[in-house]
Structures are given as structure tokens and as C-alpha cells.
């Protein structure tokens, strides 16, 4: 099946500063989202982006799905960025099951 | 509009019990996803349904799972005889008929076997 490595594995960041998260995935896609798990365990939609660049306030992604890799810029972070970022991609049929990243544990203190 | 809603949030069965759970797609979705994460990894599928019909169950076990879609009412994810190493977060989602790629996930039941 699919291999999906996001990195780094953990981060931390103080307030204000600006962040890259990376996800690599092994085969095309046609499915890919970002999620963001709060402190309560709750996933966040964040972008759905195959392909192309998307903005969504202080939070943007772009994915380049022929050389199979998409990031997720926050800007600005704030202490309720704090949680676990997910990239998860799917590529059997139009709706499919998504393969999760293991995960960006980011932590922003003041 | 509400969300994909699951219940019980959280649930407590002793070794052996079972457990059911709850998951209602968002209004006008036709696909159900489950998915388990276990703690401190990340989420793995389980089973994707549509209505009436399991379309693939690749990720759930073998044993004592099993997942339904009924023509009225929510999906139901049924874990019989549980063990500890099911203690998990199961999460539910669904997508639309016509945009079925993106999948929006309800807020999770949290399974803890003694």
C-alpha cells in the first residue's frame, strides 16, 4: 500500500513564528487532506488539496503531486495551533480510504 | 448543518463485553469510513460503507468486527468480546455522493477495556 512520512516529527515553536510541515507520499493520489488533532482529540479539516495551493487565513498548503509531496504553512502561529497535524492521502477509485502520516506533534508556547 | 455525529463519546466494557458504536453521517452523505487510532499513532482504516453495502473492509479484523450501514438509521461498528488492545479512539467519517473524496470526521468514541 501507500507509505505516507510526514516530518519533523515534532516541533516547537514560540508564538509568532512561522512553521513548514511536510508530507511525502510513495504513489499518485487523488485524494489528500490536511488535518489538525486538537489537545481533545478532535480532527479539524483543514485542506482538502490533491493538488494546486490553497489559503485558508493564516494557514496554507501546497502539493506538488508529481514529485509527491504537499506542505502545510502555518504563519503566525498562535498556542491554540498547538496538536497533531495529519496528511492523509487516498488513490483507489473516487472515494477511497484515506492512508494516514504519523503524524506532526507541534507544541507553541508564548 | 450538523456534522457527522458518533455516540457514545466515550465507552467502558469490561474484557469480554461488547461494544457498539454509533455514527451518523453528515446530512446527505452516502459513504461511511471507519477508523482506529491507537494512542499515540495515527489513524488506520478500518471498513468503508455505503448504504446496504460494505464496499471494503481491508482494515478490520478478521474476528470479532463487523461494520453495517443499514438503509435507515446510523452505521454501527461492533467489537464482540473485547480485549484490552482494543482500547482506542474510533473514528467515524462520511463524504457526499457527488464529492466523494473528501471525507469530513465526526468527534470519536473512545473505547477503554479493563
Known amino acids: 500500500g501507500i507509505q505516507v512520512e510526514q516530518s519533523p516529527p515534532d516541533l516547537i515553536l514560540q508564538e509568532g513564528a512561522n512553521s513548514t510541515l511536510r508530507c511525502n507520499f510513495s504513489?499518485?493520489?487523488?485524494?489528500l487532506q490536511w488535518f489538525h488533532q486538537n489537545p481533545w482529540g478532535q480532527l479539524i479539516n483543514l485542506f482538502y488539496i490533491p493538488s494546486g495551493t490553497k489559503q485558508n487565513g493564516r494557514l496554507s498548503a501546497t502539493t506538488v503531486a508529481t514529485e509527491r509531496y504537499s506542505l502545510l504553512y502555518i504563519s503566525s502561529s498562535q498556542t491554540t495551533d498547538s496538536g497533531v497535524y495529519f496528511c492523509a492521502v487516498g488513490n483507489t477509485g473516487t472515494a477511497s480510504k484515506l492512508t494516514f502520516g504519523t503524524g506532526t506533534r507541534l507544541q507553541v508556547t508564548l | 448543518n450538523a456534522g457527522v455525529m458518533q455516540n457514545p463519546r466515550h465507552l467502558v466494557r469490561r474484557r469480554g463485553q461488547e461494544a457498539r458504536l454509533r455514527c451518523s453521517p453528515m446530512k446527505g452523505h452516502s459513504h461511511v469510513y471507519w477508523y482506529r487510532q491507537l494512542p499515540e499513532e495515527g489513524l488506520k482504516f478500518m471498513v468503508y460503507l455505503q448504504k446496504e453495502n460494505i464496499i471494503d473492509e481491508s482494515g478490520m479484523p478478521k474476528e470479532r468486527f463487523s461494520a453495517e450501514f443499514p438503509k435507515e438509521g446510523p452505521s454501527i461498528l461492533r467489537i464482540q468480546q473485547v480485549v484490552r488492545g482494543d482500547s482506542a479512539a474510533y473514528f467515524c467519517?462520511?463524504?457526499?455522493?457527488?464529492?466523494?473524496?473528501?471525507?469530513?470526521f465526526g468527534p470519536g468514541t473512545r473505547l477503554l477495556v479493563l
Open positions: 504513489d499518485s493520489v487523488n485524494n
Open positions: 467519517a462520511s463524504s457526499p455522493e457527488d464529492a466523494a473524496r473528501t471525507q469530513y
